[in-house]
């Protein structure tokens, strides 16, 4: 089915572990986007890509690493986790046609023990 | 920078109306967006502004004026199912990155 996919949607890790959560989509949208969401935070932007091998920082990209080899794909590394990145971890992808209006996948919710 | 200020709650009665305000200041401006998401949920679109005005969508309307940095989210005949946290966002300059406020949690009661 067309859309945006999140794997996993539930992970547990330990402290100093990577952990690498995958995004997909099949709109062949050229922007995409990592936040995270904290209560009292909202949603934060990590990191957000405007095409393939194009990468940006957002608003809290200390901790986490993006790639963007394929328009598809944007995994989002968390090269040693730390109890502080436990989260929600919202991925989006949208084009620039219209409103531009982002759409969300279903969340990965991570635990760093 | 780009600061975006909603209220962190708000409670209304069902049928009634609610207006939800958002302020922003930021170094660019290409849009504002407002989502609705329910709890343990994804966010879901709900409205766009980008020129000053009005824009209405069935029981739900947004408005917009760039001269004050302010926009709203206004909620008509207020259903159970509105019950959910409401999420301003402003695109930059540039058209690329989204930035969101806190959210402002609706609790709709009976």
């Known amino acids: 089915d067309a859309g945006i996919t999140q794997s996993p949607r539930y992970k547990i890790t330990e402290t100093g572990r990577q952990v690498t959560l995958m995004c997909h989509q099949t709109?062949?949208?050229?922007?995409m986007f990592w936040y995270r969401q904290d209560l009292g935070h909202g949603l934060r932007l990590i990191y957000y890509?405007?095409?393939?091998?194009?990468?940006d920082k957002g608003e809290v990209p200390d901790g986490y690493v993006v790639s963007r080899s394929k328009t598809e794909n944007f995994p989002l590394t968390l090269e040693s986790a730390t109890r502080s990145q436990t989260s929600v971890y919202f991925c989006?992808?949208?084009?620039?046609?219209?409103?531009?209006?982002?759409?969300f996948g279903e969340g990965s919710r991570l635990t760093v023990l | 920078g780009q600061n975006i200020d909603q209220p962190t709650e708000m409670t209304a009665t069902e049928g009634a109306i609610v207006q939800i305000n958002c302020t922003y200041q930021?170094?660019?401006?290409?849009?504002l967006f407002w989502y609705q998401q329910h709890a343990g949920e994804a966010p879901t679109f709900l409205s766009y502004?980008?020129?000053?005005g009005l824009e209405e969508k069935g029981r739900f309307s947004s408005f917009l004026s760039r001269s004050k940095g302010y926009s709203y989210l206004l909620l008509k005949e207020l259903q159970m199912k509105d019950s959910a946290s409401y999420l301003c966002?402003?695109?930059?300059?540039?058209?690329?990155?989204?930035?969101f406020g806190q959210g402002t949690e609706l609790s709709v009661k009976p």
């Open positions: 709109w062949s949208h050229s922007y």
């Open positions: 930021t170094s660019g401006f290409n849009g």
């Open positions: 890509s405007a095409a393939a091998d194009i990468t």
């Open positions: 502004n980008v020129l000053d």
């Open positions: 966002a402003v695109r930059d300059k540039y058209g690329g990155k989204l930035i």
């Open positions: 989006a992808s949208s084009d620039r046609t219209n409103t531009g209006e982002l759409f």
